[in-house]
Nanobody
């Protein structure tokens, strides 16, 4: 069973920053690619960012230049650094572990296709003044 636990969500004003964390088991962290997606109520999923074991990264168009995905290999933690936050970034953010190429996974997220793999319970991010 793959277990992913997200943390770091909260409320922030527009222009602010947050860092999300995702703790994974060592086996999951070492064997899977990982990513973040988000979902607003009654809306389809949106791919945010993804990375693989060789450090390749890919971002959704709406977050490029503002969000950074990174990993701490010693702690088996995936991060999402979010800067210049906007009200439209408000969503539940999910960490996911998957097998495959990050760019392809991000496309599947955006196409609302079955993702495969696993994801956590999510952490809420709210951006408002």
């Amino acid at each position: 069973q793959v277990e992913l636990v997200e943390s770091g969500g909260g409320s922030v004003q527009p222009g602010g920053s947050l860092r999300l964390s995702c703790a994974a088991s060592a086996d999951t962290y070492k064997s899977r690619s990982m990513g973040w997606f988000r979902q607003r109520p009654h809306q389809k999923r949106e791919g945010v960012a993804a990375t693989d074991k060789v450090g390749s990264t890919v971002y959704g168009d709406s977050v490029k230049g503002r969000f950074t995905i990174s990993t701490d290999n010693a702690k088996n933690i995936l991060y999402l650094e979010m800067n210049s936050l906007r009200p439209e970034d408000t969503a539940m953010y999910y960490c996911a572990a998957f097998v495959g190429v990050p760019a392809a996974w991000l496309r599947r997220v955006g196409d609302d296709a079955p993702l495969g793999g696993s994801w956590g319970q999510g952490t809420q991010v709210t951006v408002s003044s």
